[in-house]
Nanobody, 118 residues
Framework: QVQLVESGGGLVQPGGSLRLSCVVS????????MGWYRQAPGKQRHLVAG???????NYADSVKGRFTISRDNAKNTVYLQMNSLKPEDTAVYYC????????????WGQGTLVTVSS
């Protein structure tokens, strides 16, 4: 079975940092594009940061310069380093794996809550 296990969420003050991790099993990890999405209450889920199977990255404008996505194929893990956090970053963050070619193979983690508040 495919599993995406997220960790690293929590409560942080504005200006602080968190690193989210997503450990993936049950897929050939290096054939998948990976992404971090977030969803705030009453809002649509949207892509925060993506990293392709070839390690090309892309970011939502709202997090550009503050967040960094990376992957470690040897550990089947994708990370989201979040710096200079703002209250508007508060959301449930979800890890996603989608096959780079066979796009119907699409998997989600359970989500981890990030709360940015003083």
């Amino acid at each position: 079975q495919v599993q995406l296990v997220e960790s690293g969420g929590g409560l942080v003050q504005p200006g602080g940092s968190l690193r989210l991790s997503c450990v993936v099993s049950g897929i050939i990890f290096n054939r998948y594009d990976m992404g971090w999405y977030r969803q705030a209450p009453g809002k649509q889920r949207h892509l925060v940061a993506g990293i392709t199977s070839g390690s090309s990255t892309n970011y939502a404008d709202s997090v550009k310069g503050r967040f960094t996505i990376s992957r470690d194929n040897a550990k089947n893990t994708v990370y989201l380093q979040m710096n200079s956090l703002k209250p508007e970053d508060t959301a449930v963050y979800y890890c996603n794996a989608r096959h780079a070619l066979l796009r119907q193979y699409d998997y989600w983690g359970q989500g981890t809550l990030v709360t940015v508040s003083s």
